[in-house]
């Protein structure tokens, strides 16, 4: 794989803590994914990782820690020793830098997949018409989904839902893309080509973090794998070191279960 | 050739030949009703006094809607809202609205000057006409009943829509009104338009508050010359006349909104 570019990180987590009422699901995340790097985030589920993926564009707030995107410190604006909340308008600002993908699409019904691409680009962007509908047709080309741009979502299938859903964060032109379980909701044989559409993306350099529970994925498009259990990073490396040499009893634990469950 | 013989049911014959002939005659005792001037009826059926009344409530109607639907997506949102201040308003009003009679606020708003001789630099009687009045009181209404349908409506969209706007930058009321409520209206409309019938013939009430209605016109007439029961025959077709093109009309609009393909399950 290419080596991470030097330079700063485009993310940056120190200590993020997460609670739901009693329950502590975060336990202090320490990451850092350099620009242009693939990161991909395994782990049982209830281990976190949605929930620290949800952290990063400031879908769920933190409450303890520091988030930082491409230097710039997620939600909050750090004045002496307090952090104050942003307001909305620029929380927007910042999620509209950062492109995410879910488990179940999220595609919205009411709208043609064309409409679906260019909604944010016309709306938040306060794109030109004409420019936002040439780069969500060729954003819709490069997902194979050309001839579907006049089509309703309900009409596609589950991993034809899934790449217009790839092509609408990519029409915000994002600086990080996050990918939530994508393939988690697909009938088996449409897993492949949702998963082609994403090696396409990590070829171009796009800076990526994919929880997932594709090892094969892992394996062959990460740059770095990282173990989650119960809310803490249990290791992280390498995909071939972690995934073959995992060092620690519950990576191990893990993988023999996903491996032998998929044998 | 086997011939099919399909079960005899001489009681569903029997009944509807009892619901028939009871129809048949009580439309002839109207009929020959020597009370009925069947002559008055038609004298009155588009008589100028009339088709303003109707004009009246059919304005009433329209702008009570309007009213009623603004104010419902407001409360809707209150309800919804994260700030325990906002979710209570919107409670009380749905709960003072909703609990008292539509027929008492009409009152209570046609005799506001009682309490308030002055609103302002104004004088309450010649802000609140009856016609103001009436709107008013059917607007605000109208307005805790859009309130809870409106937010069953949002309810019901999927929460992965909101997080997929909010992801994409969009900012909270934007993705209210370009994702959710969109989405929400399919499950708003056949309740919202059980809503406006029900107003359509709500607004007969102002004519306790002379709000020149439709009602208020018929019972100006009747009140002179006496014949009641022709020009309540008279509001009565009218009234039908509106509730069916409201019918219809709604009807056009769910089979419009079903045809996008927009399910709320739909992307799942």
Redo the contacts between chains.
Sequence with gaps: MRPPEPGRPMLRAQDVHKRYRHEEVLKGIDLEVASGEVLCLIGPSGSGKSTFLRCI?H?ERIDAGRLYVDGALVGYRERGDCLYEMH??DI??Q??????V?Q???????LTVLQNVI??PL???REAKAEAVERARALLARVGLADKADA????LSGGQ?QRV?IA??LA?RPKLMLFDEPTSALDPELVGEVLSVMRGLTEDGMTMIVVTHEMAFARDAADTVAFMDAGVIVESGPPEEILSHPRHERTRGFLARVIGARA | MTRVVPLRRPWLWLGSAVVAIAAALLALSIYRNPNIQHGVILQYQFAPAILAGLRTTVVLALLAALIGTLLGVLLAVMRLSASPVLRLASGFYTWLLRGTPLLVQILIWGNLALLFEHIGPFRTNDLLTPFVASVIALGLNEGAYMAEIVRAGIIAVDRGQNDAALALGMSHPLALRRIILPQALRVIMPPAGNQFISLLKATSLVSVIAGGDMLTAAQNISSANLHTIELMLVATFWYLVLTTIASLGQHYIERRLGKSGVGIHATS
């Design positions: 564009n879908l909305p308008r927007c600002r999620r509209a830098d950062i492109g995410m879910f179940r699409f999220n595609l919205f019904p009411h909604e944010a709306k938040v962007r309703y979502p309900s009409r839902q859903a609408r964060a915000m």
